[in-house]
């Protein structure tokens, strides 16, 4: 599958999913596409890890979630955001660490405030390992943030610049 990027979404400092600064974190960079998809890349390290280089299953949950509650940006902006109501995962196969994986998130249903989304986590040889569904409350970062985490810790992505993204299949 090829996906052509439209957008990079903003990351921030200290988040578990995106900051740079977290040396725990996963430090995903976030694109948007064509057909209002999300596609976010990350490499999961060690420090991540359930059984021996696998990652931890509540990882693959999170990044899931992350990645269809920013699904809500491709369609209201940068300060949009999807606060999580319900979140229901499946998995399929382990997943590696030290390998760049990329998830896609989705939305499918916009009720005004409530939307719902779907997602998948692929491994490398495109093979989808986890699977997602959720709902979400959809928030405008004023009303989650102070306004100096939108000022200081909310900036543009340091990811790179790309036209495009591959998933083997």
């Known amino acids: ?11 921030s400092k200290n988040c578990l999913v995106c900051g740079i600064k977290n040396d725990f974190g996963l430090k ?8 209002e998809e999300v596609i ?3 490499t999961p390290h060690e420090l991540l890890q359930s059984y021996p280089n696998v990652l931890h299953g509540g990882i693959s949950a999170t990044i899931l979630d992350e990645t269809i509650g920013r699904a809500i ?11 999580t109501v319900e979140l229901n995962i499946k998995y399929k196969k382990s ?11 989705r ?9 719902e989304g779907t997602g998948e986590l692929y491994l490398p040889n495109g093979e989808v390992a986890v699977m997602a569904t959720g709902k979400y409350m ?7 943030v102070a306004d100096d985490f939108l000022s ?10 790309l036209k495009h993204i591959e998933i083997d299949t």
Not at 1 to 11: A, D, G, L, R, Y
Not at 28 to 35: A, G, I, R, V
Not at 73 to 83: A, H, W
Not at 95 to 105: D, F, H, R, S, T
């Open 1 to 11: 599958m090829k996906f052509e990027v439209t957008n990079k979404q903003n990351i």
């Open 28 to 35: 995903t960079k976030f694109y948007e596409t064509t057909n």
């Open 40 to 42: 976010a890349i990350f």
């Open 73 to 83: 940006m491709t369609k209201y902006g940068q300060e949009s955001f999807g606060v």
């Open 95 to 105: 997943v590696p660490l030290n390998q760049e994986l990329k998830v896609i998130g």
């Open 107 to 115: 939305i499918t249903n916009d009720k005004g405030r409530i939307f």
């Open 138 to 144: 959809k928030r405008d970062l004023h009303q989650i």
């Open 152 to 161: 200081d810790e909310w900036f543009a992505s340091d990811g790179k610049d």
